[in-house]
C-alpha cells in the first residue's frame, strides 16, 4: 500500500510529474464532464462542475508555464544544431521542433497577459499563435519519430544480413546481437507510443484553432478529454518507465 502512495508523493514532488499529473486531471475530468453534461443535456451539476474544475487546471498549468522559458533555451542551446545526431533529417527536424516550442511560451504568455489585463492587446491572434506553434511541434515529433522507426528498421536488416554472413564466427544466440534487438524493440515501443500521444494532441490542438481550419471547434468536450487523457496517461506512462529504468 505504502509503495504506490509514495511512487505517487515522488513524481508530485518534481516540477515534470507534477505537470503530468495534474494534465492527466485536466483532461480526464473534461471527458468525465464532458460525458454526463452529453448524457443530461448540460443541466448536470456534477458535469458543469467537473468542467469547470477542467478549466481551472488548464489555467493552472498555463499559470506555471510562466517559468518553461529559461529552462527551453537552455535544452535548445544545449541541443544547437544537433551536431552529435547522425541523420541530416532528424537533426533538422529536432532544431525546428526546438524552435517551435521556444517561440510557443513567450506567444502563451502574451495572450495569458492580456485574459488578464495586464496588456492592453487582443489575446485571440496570440492564442492562435501559440497553438499553432503547438501543433507545428507536435507535427514534427511525429515526422521525427517516423524517421527514427525507419531508421531502425533499416538498421535491423543490415544487422539482421551481417549476422548471417558470419554465423559461422558467433553463436546464433550472441548477447550482444540479443541486447542489440532488445534496445531496439524499447525504442520502437517508445516511437510508438510518442506517435500516438502527439497525435492526440495534435487532433486537439487543431479542434482549438480558429472556425474553418480542418475539424476546428467540431469536437465536443468528451472527445477533447479523451484525447488529452490519452496522451496524458501515455506520457505518465513513459516518464514512470524511464525514472524506473534510471533507478535500475
Known amino acids: 500500500m505504502n509503495d504506490p502512495v509514495q511512487s505517487l ?26 460525458v454526463i453534461s452529453q448524457k443530461t443535456a448540460g443541466s448536470s ?5 467537473l468542467l469547470l474544475f477542467s478549466a481551472q487546471l488548464s489555467h493552472c498549468r498555463t499559470v506555471l508555464r ?9 535544452y535548445s542551446r544545449s541541443y544547437g544544431l544537433g551536431g552529435t545526431e547522425a541523420d541530416l533529417g532528424l537533426r533538422w527536424m529536432s532544431v525546428l521542433t526546438n524552435v517551435a ?15 488578464a489585463e495586464l496588456i492592453r492587446v487582443k489575446s485571440d ?3 492562435t499563435l501559440s ?9 514534427l515529433g511525429i515526422l521525427r519519430s517516423v524517421r527514427v522507426l525507419l531508421l531502425l528498421k533499416r538498421r535491423l536488416k543490415k544487422t539482421e544480413g551481417t549476422r548471417q554472413i558470419d554465423r559461422g564466427v558467433f553463436p546464433p544466440s550472441s548477447e550482444a546481437h540479443v541486447s542489440r534487438r532488445s534496445e531496439a524493440q524499447h525504442q520502437v515501443r517508445a516511437e510508438v507510443l510518442n506517435i500516438l500521444s502527439s497525435m492526440a494532441d495534435l487532433s486537439t490542438a487543431i479542434h482549438w484553432m480558429p472556425p474553418g481550419f480542418l475539424w476546428a471547434g467540431h469536437f465536443p468536450n468528451w472527445l477533447v478529454g479523451l484525447l488529452g487523457t ?9 516518464m514512470t518507465s524511464c525514472e524506473r529504468e534510471t533507478a535500475d
Not at 131 to 139: D, E, R
Request: aromatic letters at 16%; glycine letters at 10%; hydrophobic letters at 40%.
Open 66 to 74: 510562466l517559468f518553461d522559458d529559461l529552462s527551453m533555451f537552455a
Open 230 to 238: 490519452t496522451s496524458s496517461l501515455i506520457g505518465l506512462y513513459q
Open 125 to 127: 491572434k496570440w492564442w
Open 9 to 34: 508523493i515522488t513524481v508530485l514532488e518534481s516540477y515534470r510529474g507534477r505537470d503530468k499529473v495534474i494534465r492527466t486531471l485536466c483532461y480526464g475530468s473534461q471527458l468525465v464532464g464532458g
Open 131 to 139: 497553438t499553432f506553434l503547438w501543433g507545428l511541434s507536435l507535427l
Open 45 to 49: 451539476e456534477m458535469g458543469k462542475s
Open 101 to 115: 516550442d521556444q517561440l510557443y511560451y513567450p506567444c502563451e504568455h502574451v495572450a495569458w497577459a492580456a485574459d
